[in-house]
């Protein structure tokens, strides 16, 4: 996005402050040389193509091929590399955490929105709000509860907090009566909620 696209665009309607810092950002970044506009809008284009669906298919693998799985566990950057799947250097680490039936995992960013975007997107509203922020941490079995998802009392559940250096990926449980199904047919039962861990993968 050009400077005058931008001034075209706050005659047209008023701006947020979060957009309007971008924009500075946009222009430093641009005046002092390191990035152009158009280099921007290629990474924003890029990040816009995320999706759920680039995340269930890496589940999806995890579910089928053991030893994938081993190596997206320890060392996700390289795992996600065998998927053509780059994350360069300089973005923040990914770390993917296994549910299983003694552990699960809740994500949450309980100061800003930092989200797992090179797999999942843009992070849905809910993500971001104040009260999932807070009831994520304070009370997470509740939070589960409210989209439908019942955690045994005898399950651990531990809570992530996403940093502006850690995103996490949820890795959840295969569901029972999978068994002989394809990685494409798999895939379609991973949300990008079951990646969060606020909700179970669907069952066939």
């Given at each position: 996005?050009?400077?005058?696209?931008?001034?075209?665009h706050?005659?047209?309607?008023?701006?947020?402050?979060?957009?309007?810092?971008?924009?500075?950002?946009?222009?430093?970044?641009a005046?002092?040389?390191?990035?152009?506009?158009?280099?921007?809008?290629?990474?924003?284009?890029?990040?816009?193509?995320?999706?759920?669906a680039?995340?269930?298919?890496?589940?999806?693998?995890?579910?089928?091929?053991?030893?994938?799985?081993?190596?997206?566990?320890?060392?996700?950057?390289?795992?996600?590399?065998?998927?053509?799947?780059?994350?360069?250097?300089?973005?923040?680490?990914?770390?993917?955490?296994?549910?299983?039936?003694?552990?699960?995992?809740?994500?949450?960013?309980t100061?800003?929105?930092?989200?797992?975007r090179?797999?999942?997107?843009?992070?849905?509203?809910?993500?971001?709000?104040?009260?999932?922020?807070?009831?994520?941490?304070?009370?997470?079995?509740?939070?589960?509860?409210?989209?439908?998802?019942?955690?045994?009392?005898?399950?651990?559940?531990?809570?992530?907090?996403?940093?502006?250096?850690?995103?996490?990926?949820?890795?959840?449980?295969?569901?029972?009566?999978?068994?002989?199904?394809?990685?494409?047919e798999?895939?379609?039962?991973?949300?990008r909620?079951?990646?969060?861990?606020?909700?179970?993968?669907?069952?066939?």
């Amino acid at each position: 996005m050009t400077t005058t696209h931008v001034e075209d665009h706050v005659h047209d309607q008023p701006m947020s402050e979060v957009a309007l810092r971008s924009v500075a950002i946009e222009a430093l970044l641009a005046e002092k040389g390191l990035l152009t506009a158009d280099e921007v809008q290629r990474q924003v284009d890029l990040m816009d193509r995320r999706t759920p669906a680039d995340g269930a298919k890496v589940v999806a693998r995890a579910w089928v091929d053991p030893d994938f799985k081993a190596r997206l566990l320890s060392d996700t950057r390289s795992a996600l590399g065998e998927m053509g799947i780059r994350i360069s250097e300089d973005t923040p680490h990914l770390t993917v955490v296994e549910n299983t039936e003694e552990v699960h995992h809740l994500v949450v960013c309980t100061l800003c929105s930092c989200y797992p975007r090179m797999l999942l997107g843009r992070p849905p509203d809910w993500y971001k709000s104040l009260a999932y922020r807070s009831r994520a941490v304070s009370d997470p079995r509740g939070v589960m509860a409210e989209f439908g998802t019942a955690v045994a009392s005898d399950m651990q559940v531990d809570v992530l907090d996403s940093t502006a250096d850690m995103r996490y990926l949820v890795l959840p449980r295969r569901p029972e009566g999978t068994e002989g199904m394809s990685e494409e047919e798999l895939a379609r039962l991973v949300t990008r909620d079951s990646m969060v861990g606020v909700s179970e993968a669907l069952a066939p």
